[in-house]
T-cell receptor
Framework: DQQVKQNSPSLSVQEGRISILNCDYT??????FLWYKKYPAEGPTFLIS?????DKNEDGRFTVFLNKSAKHLSLHIVPSQPGDSAVYFC????????????FGTGTRLKVLA | DSGVTQTPKHLITATGQRVTLRCSPR?????VYWYQQSLDQGLQFLIQ???????AKGNILERFSAQQFPDLHSELNLSSLELGDSALYFC?????????????FGDGTRLSIL
């Protein structure tokens, strides 16, 4: 049972345009969500998080939106840069219980110069 | 640099063998997590330790075990290795092991079973 889903394995975007990466979850107990970026041969790097008490969190070029009723979150990168090319994972956790993260399978973003 | 150190970076061994993967968390972090990433898969949570005690278990096989030592470093032991155990193994750490704190990852150990 895949509780966190990233249905787009890959995405290509022109440099300077917006990248939108999507993530869906099924467990209504999840109340904390994160995005990680991963380059080849490196570990995932934390990008941005959002608590379920918010519907938007912004950090520079990165914004995460949370739609609790749809159990959907998205990561917007504006403007996209070639250095953003990486695999992006979303993750979710429930603050009650074991605190473990459930990760999606990732979306490979390619930003074209 | 996340501050989480994993050794070795690469490990090649044969079926039936046993290996130990090591992780040093970020300075000040009390909780350590282990994940497995197989080809084209997401990160699968294996186990979490907090200040030396096991806190949560995921889909960890009985052939696998882990521990966290008093100096807070952790080791993941994999025994009776099978071809399917070939994967990237990541360690992550966080300050208090709570679900609303980001985990910071090491660069992983790539395990190849021949």
């Amino acid at each position: 049972d895949q509780q966190v889903k990233q249905n787009s394995p890959s995405l290509s975007v022109q440099e300077g345009r917006i990248s939108i990466l999507n993530c869906d979850y099924t467990n209504s107990m999840f109340d904390y969500f994160l995005w990680y970026k991963k380059y080849p041969a490196e570990g995932p790097t934390f990008l941005i998080s959002i608590s379920s008490i918010k519907d938007k969190n912004e950090d520079g070029r990165f914004t995460v939106f949370l739609n609790k009723s749809a159990k959907h979150l998205s990561l917007h990168i504006v403007p996209s840069q070639p250095g953003d090319s990486a695999v992006y994972f979303c993750a979710a956790s429930a603050s009650s219980g074991t605190y473990k993260y459930i990760f999606g399978t990732g979306t490979r973003l390619k930003v074209l110069a | 640099d996340s501050g989480v150190t994993q050794t070795p970076k690469h490990l090649i061994t044969a079926t039936g063998q046993r290996v130990t993967l090591r992780c040093s968390p970020r300075s000040g972090d009390l909780s350590v997590y282990w994940y497995q990433q197989s080809l084209d898969q997401g990160l699968q949570f294996l186990i979490q330790y907090y200040n030396g005690e096991e806190r949560a278990k995921g889909n960890i096989l009985e052939r696998f075990s882990a521990q966290q030592f008093p100096d807070l470093h952790s080791e993941l032991n994999l025994s009776s290795l099978e071809l399917g155990d070939s994967a990237l193994y990541f360690c992550a750490s966080s300050p208090l092991g709570q679900g609303n704190q980001p985990q910071h990852f090491g660069d992983g150990t790539r395990l190849s079973i021949l």
